[in-house]
């Protein structure tokens, strides 16, 4: 027997069944917070936020498109969710993305302080994320981090698909080209 899809369960909270509402909790949650801590620079209240982000899908649940997709639609929320926070907030430094991801060669793998190297390489990435404008870091954060493919970025971020695709192309541009700014020695 297998398991009811979230459209489905989606449905029955719908049609009154709350309890059935926790059933997307308990399958989006930890998605919900990673993509909440990349999002929001991993400001402590991401929990809060993301908290938010369930009570509005739970009070808005009626006006889902069951012939759509569950998760855009809940990605969707909490993109407008992580929008208001980052507004109230001030800015922290973000998580870090793997190197490999962005610099598809080895970057000083033949050190012997690799430690050393790879916790510098993070500020670096850091500095160089922090700088990089909202609009290429989320789609970064959603295709490379949330694993989601262009059709579902293109209904979170209500963009066409070939834009998404731009965004994503400039963004991993932007990071190596600041990243060659800092480490003149990268190639």
């Known amino acids: 027997m297998s398991l009811p899809s979230d459209e489905e369960i989606a449905i029955l909270v719908q049609n009154g069944d709350a309890h059935a509402f926790g059933v997307l909790v308990e399958r989006f949650e930890s998605k919900m ?30 006006g889902f498109d069951s012939s759509r997709s569950f998760s855009a639609w809940l990605y969707r929320i909490a ?56 609009k290429y870091r989320e789609p970064l954060i959603l295709f490379y981090y949330e ?3 262009y059709k579902e970025i293109s209904e979170i971020m209500r963009l066409p698909i070939a834009t998404v695709g731009v965004r994503l192309n400039r963004g991993k541009k932007m990071l190596r080209d600041m990243y060659k700014q800092l480490v003149p020695s990268y190639e």
């Open 33 to 62: 917070l990673r993509y909440a801590k990349k999002f929001l620079f991993g400001q402590e209240d991401a929990e809060d936020v993301v908290q938010e982000v369930f009570l509005k899908a739970y009070r808005n649940i009626r």
């Open 79 to 134: 993109h407008n969710e992580f929008i208001n926070a980052i507004k109230k907030k001030s800015r922290r430094p973000l998580f870090f993305f793997d190197p490999d991801t962005f610099f598809p060669h080895p970057i000083a793998k033949e050190t012997a302080d690799q430690d050393i190297n790879d916790q510098e390489l993070k500020k670096i990435l850091d500095l160089c994320l922090e700088k990089i404008d909202l």
């Open 147 to 149: 694993e989601l493919d």
